[in-house]
C-alpha cells in the first residue's frame, strides 16, 4: 500500500482587529439587535397600555350602566337594588359579568398579536412557516381542543342570553349554590357549605336560576283530623296578611298570601297548604318568618299538631296547582230529567147506572114490563 503524503492545512487566520468592515459588521449587528429590542419593548408597552385603555373602557360602560340602575331606582348602593324592580338587579348582574367577561378576552387576544408581533421582529422568516403549523394546531383544535372550544362557546351563550349572572342562586345539576365569578370557560359557585365548585361551561346542559323574577313560599300545615278546617286557615291567612302588611318585610313580598285549601288527608292529620309569592333573593327569610308566625297562631288557638314523620308533596303532587288556589268557578250546565217512556193503556169507558122508575106516591117501585 502506497502512502500518499498530505498537504498540511495552512492555519487560521486570525482575524484583524484593524479591519474596518469587521467593525462595521459588528456595529450593525449591535444596532439591528438594539432596534429589535427597542421594537419587542415598544410591542410590549404597547400592548400594555392597550390593554389598561380597554379594561378602562369596559369598567367605565360597566360604571356607567350601573350607575344609571342605581340612579333610576334612587339608591346609592348596590345591595340596595334588591328593592328596585326586578329588571334592573338583572341588568346590573349582567353587565358586570359581561365585563369580567370581556377583560378576559382582550387580555388574550393582546397577549396573542403581542406574541405574533415579537416573533415577526426576531425571526421575520418563521412566520412564513407557521402556514404549516396553522394546519396543524387547527387539527390539534378539531381533536384534542374541542371541550374547550366547546366550553368558550357555551360560556358566552350563557352569559349573552342572561341565563346566569354573578350573585345569582343556581342549580346547575352538578353544583348548587351562589354564582362568584363567570369566564369564557368556567363558572365558580360557592355553595352553602362554602365549598367552591369550578364548572366547565361545556358541562351545563341545564340551569336553574333561583334569582330571577320572583319564588314562592309554600307552607303544609298538619293538623288533627277533629279540627275546623275554616278556622285553622282563616287564622292562616290573618296571619300570613300580617306579615304581608309589616313594614320590615312588606318589600320583599310581591303578592296578597293565599291558602290553597286542604291538600292531602291522612288518617293521622289534615294538610292546608299556604303560599306566598316573594322576591327571589327573600324566599328563605320570609318562610322562615312566616313559620314562626304560624306556630304562635297555632299555640294560641290551642291545637295540637299531630305527631308525624315527615308530610310533604313532591313531585307532580307538589306543583300540580301553578297559578293558584282559586280556580274560576262556573255554574254548572242544567240537566233537563229524561223523559218518561210512553206506555200505551186501552181506554176505559165507565159504565153508567141505570136509573129505577117509581109509581105512585107511596115510593113503591115496580119494573116496567117489555
Known amino acids: 500500500m502506497i502512502g500518499v503524503p498530505l498537504e498540511p492545512t495552512a492555519p487560521a487566520e486570525a482575524p484583524d482587529l484593524m479591519d474596518v468592515e469587521l467593525w462595521q459588521d459588528v456595529g450593525a449587528f449591535f444596532v439591528k439587535a438594539g432596534w429589535n429590542l427597542l421594537a419587542v419593548a415598544g410591542i410590549i408597552v404597547g400592548a400594555v397600555i392597550v390593554v389598561w385603555i380597554l379594561r378602562f373602557v369596559i369598567h367605565r360602560v360597566v360604571s356607567r350602566i350601573v350607575n344609571g340602575a342605581k340612579n333610576k331606582a334612587n339608591v346609592d348602593d348596590t345591595q340596595a337594588l334588591e328593592r ?28 396573542i398579536i403581542a406574541l405574533l408581533l415579537t416573533i415577526n421582529i426576531l425571526a421575520p422568516t418563521a412566520l412564513g412557516s407557521l402556514t404549516l403549523l396553522t ?7 378539531g381533536f384534542g381542543a374541542q371541550n374547550i372550544v366547546k366550553d368558550v362557546l357555551n360560556g358566552i351563550f350563557i ?20 354564582v362568584e365569578y363567570v369566564s369564557v370557560r368556567v363558572t365558580h359557585v360557592r355553595d352553602v357549605n362554602g365549598t367552591l365548585w369550578y364548572v ?20 303544609d300545615l ?9 278556622e285553622v286557615e282563616q287564622a292562616m291567612l290573618d296571619t300570613a296578611k300580617a306579615l304581608a ?19 292531602s288527608i291522612s288518617g293521622d292529620a289534615l294538610v292546608i297548604r299556604l303560599v306566598m309569592k316573594t322576591r327571589a333573593n327573600a324566599k328563605d327569610d320570609v318562610a322562615r318568618e312566616l313559620r314562626m308566625r304560624l306556630k304562635h297562631t297555632i299555640d294560641e288557638m290551642g291545637i295540637t299538631l299531630p305527631a308525624l314523620t315527615a308530610v310533604m308533596p313532591t313531585g307532580l303532587e307538589g306543583a300540580q296547582r301553578v297559578r293558584g288556589a282559586n280556580p274560576p268557578k262556573t255554574r254548572p250546565t242544567p240537566v233537563s230529567p229524561a223523559p218518561e217512556r210512553a206506555v200505551w193503556k186501552p181506554k176505559r169507558t165507565p159504565k153508567k147506572p141505570s136509573k129505577p122508575s117509581t109509581d105512585g106516591e107511596d115510593g113503591s117501585t115496580t119494573e116496567g114490563s117489555p
Open 159 to 178: 352569559v349573552a342570553e342572561d341565563q346566569v349572572g354573578i350573585g345569582d342562586v343556581v342549580d346547575l345539576g352538578l353544583a348548587t349554590g351562589i
Open 135 to 141: 394546519a396543524a394546531i387547527g387539527a390539534g383544535l
Open 200 to 219: 366547565r361551561n361545556g358541562e351545563i346542559t341545564r340551569i336553574g336560576n333561583l334569582s330571577q323574577g320572583w319564588s314562592r313560599v309554600i307552607l
Open 222 to 230: 298538619s293538623v288533627a283530623t277533629d279540627s275546623d278546617i275554616a
Open 84 to 111: 328596585s324592580p326586578l329588571a334592573s338587579v338583572r341588568l346590573v348582574q349582567r353587565t358586570r359579568t359581561l365585563g369580567s367577561i370581556l377583560s378576559n378576552i382582550v387580555n388574550v387576544t393582546v397577549v
Open 245 to 263: 302588611k309589616d313594614p320590615k318585610w312588606r318589600t320583599r313580598i310581591l303578592e296578597q298570601p293565599e291558602v290553597w285549601g286542604l291538600e
